[in-house]
């Protein structure tokens, strides 16, 4: 999941300008050249509409995974959960390890096989399956636009980080990092996105590590990280549940009860399970296992992500005690571009800029080109334009992606609106991931279930999600002490008004026949749902449930350093 941190209502600070030369500016320019060269490349398979829109689903299992991970990597990421550190300390690890990786085994070992057995091109396409046309085309408006809206975000922060550290004005980033990834997904479809991310995941590493071994030695290593911030912000700022008791005061605004429900269960399932923008990269693999595994494979890397992203937020608050303590000095959202600026010499100065160029347009990437299916297949192509041939669609894609970036040009901007970008996304996924969630688990489980309460669930639980957040939090019906904890509770609020809502119709309301069930409904099984395995498949280290629980027990050994 995305984090709540960047603020987007005034530039980073001042004083952040990197001392970059030509050397960097190099780095920048080859990057963007294998950028583009990746995507003429993609072209020589893209022949179909399928080939664009989910790469023929021909992708190996290792490709998917790692895309997967990339496509949530954003710089929105990278920078937000880095201030979470500085600002939150040991409680932003909850966003990995209980806030994405339950979830992310769920989606491989539960959903996947539903999802890519039914032969649906997209997430919204699971529903018209399992509910009919008005979830259907509910589900698809509400998914295109956030899906731009997401877009925007990625595009306005990194402008901001490229106005602070290079110099550029905000609308020479937007409108470069914008045509880029307009040209790469244009030319070569989602195996262009897909495998451009790949090579994303490495750069960014490639930028996070230096950081962080370099920041380590700086200020004494672990040891000295941990006496230095437990001395000025107490012991429980280096623990991850110390403090979160019912009735305790925390940073988060927000109790165990709160994390486990809220982000544990209801945010992190509803974004990592629902989330097309995710969903896409596993669709793309070459067959059920691998599609499987592409979520699980994804889950190791983004359980030790943490350590190159939240560790420095923490490194730079000791290095800058300043941090946040004034309006007008440097803020927790730039603890990274503060390690840059003071750590890194020249060349590597240009791979960590690289880094977040590749992480900004990784995490725009995944939007557009998850846009550019559901809008084509899932509202022009079933309601506006139907029946026409497969070639017809192959060119309205190229020209919605076209659309979709422009569109989220725009939307950048209506970002630098909000005071908090970050929290700004996260109320996003309370809005329209969660409620869809809600239909998706239930329709999934029972079998009852009816096509009215499917609609009017997803229409509830989004609508329950606004109130709560726009009329109660904000007009201060009831307290709750921050966004983060707000967003919680809109989560909770939309799970349970649309669980009731869809109890209550399905009991007035006419069910499918179980025979058009078949393979939508758990317990259930299409005749596609039994292929036999590829050749390698079957080997013990690529079962899926020995990845999934094998992910889970990692995520719980890893809290524990920080739970004491």
Same mark, same amino acid.
């Given at each position: ?24 500016? /190099?780095?920048?320019?080859?990057y ?8 003429? =490349? ?5 022949? $179909? ?10 992708l ?15 710089? $929105? ?5 880095? =201030? ?5 300390? /040991?409680?932003?690890?909850h966003?990995?390890?209980i ?8 989606l491989?070992l ?10 649906v ?6 529903l ?11 589900s ?19 402008? *901001?980080?490229?106005q ?5 004005p ?22 262009? =996105?897909?495998?451009?991310?790949v ?27 941990s006496?230095? *911030? ?5 012991? @429980?700022? &280096?623990?991850?549940?110390?403090g $979160? ?21 209801v ?17 793309s ?8 595994? $592409? ?11 943490? &350590? ?10 000791? &290095?800058e ?8 000095? *440097? ?27 590749? =992480? ?20 022009w ?27 989220g ?7 630098? @609106? ?6 700004? *996304?996260?109320t ?29 669930g997803?229409?509830?639980g989004?609508v ?20 983060q ?19 209550v119709?399905? &009991? ?36 899926? /449930? ?13 809290y ?5």
């Open positions: 999941m995305q984090s709540p941190t960047l603020s987007a209502s005034t530039t980073l600070a001042e004083g952040l300008r990197l001392p970059t030369n030509g050397l960097d500016y /190099a780095i920048m320019a080859i963007f050249v294998v950028v583009l060269g990746i995507g003429f =490349a993609a072209r020589r398979s893209v022949k $179909t509409s399928l080939d664009f829109f989910l790469s023929g689903r021909s190996p299992a290792w490709v998917t995974g790692l895309a997967f991970v990339s496509a949530n990597l954003g710089a $929105t990421e990278i920078l937000g959960m880095a =201030a979470n550190g500085a600002q939150y300390g /040991a409680y932003t690890v966003w990995y390890w806030g994405a990786i339950p979830a992310m085994v769920f491989g539960v959903m996947m096989p539903f999802y890519y057995s039914s032969k091109r997209s997430v919204p396409e699971f018209l399956h399992r509910f009919g046309p008005s979830s259907h085309l509910l698809s408006i509400i998914f295109a636009v956030s899906s731009v809206l997401i877009a925007g975000v990625n595009l306005y922060a990194m402008a *901001l980080v490229l602070a550290l290079l110099g550029w905000q609308w020479l980033a937007i409108v470069i990092a914008g045509l880029f990834v307009l040209a790469y997904i244009t030319i070569g479809g989602l195996s262009s =996105a897909i495998y451009n991310e090579l994303q995941f490495f750069v960014i590493l490639a930028a996070l590590i230096p950081l962080t071994i370099v920041g380590l030695k700086r200020v004494g290593g672990w040891n000295g990280i006496d230095s *911030l437990s001395h000025s912000h107490g012991d @429980s700022f &280096m623990t991850a549940w110390q $979160t008791g019912i009735g305790s005061s925390n940073p988060l605004g927000a109790n165990w009860l709160t994390i486990v429900l809220g982000l544990g269960f945010m992190s399932f509803g974004y990592w399970t629902t989330n097309f923008a995710e969903v896409q990269r596993a669709l693999a070459k067959n059920l296992s691998a599609a499987k595994r $592409t979520p699980l494979i994804a889950a190791y890397p983004k359980i030790l992500i943490p &350590m190159v992203v939240v560790i420095p937020g923490l490194i730079a608050l000791v &290095m005690p300043s941090l946040g303590k004034s309006k007008d000095g *440097l803020q927790y959202n730039d603890a990274i571009p503060v390690l840059m600026r003071d750590l890194l010499p020249n060349g590597v100065l240009g791979i960590a800029v690289t880094g977040l160029l590749a =992480a900004f347009m990784a995490g725009m990437a995944a939007n557009v080109s998850s846009f550019n299916t559901v809008f084509t297949n899932d509202i192509g079933a309601y506006i334009k139907k029946g026409l041939s497969d070639r017809y669609y192959l060119k309205t894609g190229r020209v919605v992606t076209a659309v979709g970036v422009f569109i040009m725009g939307t950048a901007f209506i970002a630098g @609106s909000f005071s908090n970008i970050m929290n700004y *996304l996260q996003l996924f309370s809005f329209f991931n969660v409620p869809l969630f809600v239909v998706f688990i239930i329709g999934m489980f029972w079998k009852r279930t009816t096509p009215a309460a499917g609609f009017w997803l229409l509830s989004t329950a999600a606004m109130v709560n957040y726009f009329w109660f939090y904000k007009q201060g019906v009831i307290s709750i002490p921050s966004d904890g707000a967003n919680f509770v809109s989560s909770i609020v939309a799970f349970v008004v649309g669980a009731v809502v869809m109890f119709v399905t &009991m007035f309301t006419k069910s499918k026949p179980a025979e058009e069930l078949a393979g939508l409904v758990y317990g259930t099984k299409s005749p596609d749902m039994d292929e036999l395995p590829a050749e390698g498949d079957d080997a013990w280290y690529r079962k899926p /449930a020995l990845l999934g629980w094998g992910a889970i027990a990692l995520a719980v050994i890893c524990i350093p920080f739970s004491f």
